[in-house]
DNA sequence: TGATTTTTTTAGATAAGTCTAAATTTATTA
DNA sequence: TAATAAATTTAGACTTATCTAAAAAAATCA
């Protein structure tokens, strides 16, 4: 078994990864976990010897395919608990995530199954990211950065690429969650901000910056 | 913040304080830890400086107020988990009280007052021990074990005084389960057996030692 | 009571994970 | 390409929790 430390080791570069896409800096880790680079370059060591990346001294580091399988179940349970979180004991969106980082760690896979069964085996976590199934198969969805909409276009918001409480607080608060429809009204020239029309006739304003962390669906 | 080690400590002081009355010992310690008795007394002297419980070298412990707190809120989180995983996941009694182990350690209080409400607020955890309500309150019925009872006396099993799984599952093969009603239709002179009529006219015979072990009101 | 056994504590090691400071390697840029 | 800057690794130290072996205290009993 993998320690918690491990486990988040493993899932930073993960999610690290498929942003990035190529290999993973030692920098990057340490500001993901909050921690420091000589740090990291001991887990790097230790997650080298047991096979769960690859890893070459100032080369950077990629999971090895069983690295990955850990990685994506540590998200499936994550993402299943946020899940859980918010159907059946109503916390907010911005709420979950913190929780489900103590959630992800707890081991039975046997009670992770139980517990997808329980919720009806659930697609998308509160923010609209893709919950891997038992066997780490997980779906990728196109999804476009309302940023990249043309005016007089319309979305349905599917996903954040930001999980920041103080961000998803903001957008509650604007009526912009998932599966909400919006329609690009107009796109300011000075500074690009972004007025959206809601389907409730509801007019809102926001920046740039906020416009390319929504995620939508055309 | 307690580490998980220190819960276990002062979750293992509880339960060993209910059932012995007075101070604890090193020795029962290690063994209900399954930990060796040099690894306690460090552990007791870090929990004395955080005045999580009353230590004496050689004098044994006991919790104080707040170490007590500290305990029955695991307790209290560890049975609401094992309601949870029984009730809505339909584990078995005999497979809830590991998981459990692990699931106590999760830090929200917030998280186990909205379980608390989503499960309604249960009185009793699968093996009929009380949870301890939000307060620390914890009810503490009258019961007694089988072996207690005369011939042709009736009962409610309402709890076990032992929780291996293997006993456990014993009993449930038995169909010795919480709530069941047995009538003592006899007890073996020679060894003491216990022949339980139940309630849908199946007879079944169980040792002194399986009759000590089973909790009734009467 | 005095000797023996049991219990508990101390001493000294080990392993995991973290840190700071210094050294090394790689990348940048003049 | 040589100097400088940035990224990464190493060295050495610290904390937590654990262990074995030895010492000390308490309990038992002849
Ligand atoms: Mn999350
Ligand atoms: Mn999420
Ligand atoms: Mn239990
Ligand atoms: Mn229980």
């Given at each position: 078994m993998n320690s918690f430390t491990e486990e988040n080791y493993l899932k930073s570069i993960y999610h690290l990864s498929v942003t990035d896409d190529e290999s993973v800096s030692t920098n990057s880790i340490a500001a993901a976990l909050n921690t420091k680079a000589a740090s990291v370059t001991d887990m790097l060591k230790k997650l080298a010897d047991k096979k769960l990346i690859n890893y070459a001294k100032y080369q950077g580091v990629s999971l090895t395919d069983e690295g990955r399988a850990v990685a994506i179940n540590i998200v499936r349970k994550h993402r299943l608990w946020e899940f859980f979180l918010m159907e059946?004991?109503?916390?907010?969106w911005d709420e979950v995530h913190e929780l489900a980082e103590e959630l992800e760690?707890?081991?039975?896979a046997e009670l992770i199954d139980r517990l997808d069964r329980f919720l009806e085996?659930?697609?998308?976590?509160?923010?609209g990211d893709p919950i891997p199934d038992r066997n780490g198969c997980i779906k990728t969805d196109e999804l476009k950065p309302i940023s990249v909409l043309p005016i007089n276009s319309r979305g349905t918001i599917m996903g954040v690429r930001e999980h920041a409480p103080a961000f998803l607080q903001y957008l509650a608060k604007l009526q912009l969650t998932i599966g909400i429809q919006v329609h690009v009204a107009d796109i300011i020239d000075y500074d690009q901000s972004v007025i959206l029309k809601l389907n409730n006739k509801n007019s809102v304003t926001i920046s740039r910056e906020v416009a390319k962390n929504i995620l939508v669906t055309i």
């Open positions: 059946k004991l109503h916390f907010k760690h707890i081991s039975s085996y659930p697609k998308y976590d509160p923010h």
